[in-house]
């Protein structure tokens, strides 16, 4: 199982960036899709999950700001980013998993499957 980020970038503070996870070797459709994100000097934070049955989670810190999509067909999974400021700058990871419960969705270590991360930079 592969999971591939991208769309990461140098932006300005108000600008948008559409990050894309990508997943090959197995289907994830019935399984949970989330992005967490690494600041310098910082742990790993939670950012959004999408799932079974379609539910999207967030962080406090991005609800109104981010959104997360997925599209089953495609085995792909999306989070666009609004109004971008310069504390979400980090590298941003896609993960999944097929045997995490909800109520551990914000814990990156129940997640078996990470992809390579994309490097989000938004200037002041």
């Known amino acids: 199982v592969q999971l591939q980020a991208s769309g990461g970038g140098l932006v300005q503070a108000g600008d948008s960036l559409r990050l894309s996870c990508a997943v090959s070797g197995r289907t994830f459709s019935n399984g949970v899709m989330a992005w967490f994100r690494q600041a310098p000097g910082k742990e790993r934070e939670f950012v959004s999950a999408?799932?079974?049955?379609?539910?999207?989670y967030y962080a406090d810190f991005v609800k109104g700001r981010f959104t997360a999509s997925r599209d089953k067909a495609k085995n792909t999974m999306f989070l666009q980013m609004n109004s971008l400021k310069p504390e979400d700058t980090a590298v941003y990871y896609c993960?999944?998993?097929?045997?995490?419960?909800?109520?551990?969705?914000?814990?990156?270590?129940?997640?078996?499957?990470w992809g390579q991360g994309t490097q989000v930079t938004v200037s002041s």
């Open positions: 993960a999944a998993s097929t045997s995490i419960i909800l109520s551990s969705i914000r814990e990156g270590v129940q997640y078996a499957n």
């Open positions: 999408i799932w079974r049955n379609g539910a999207i």
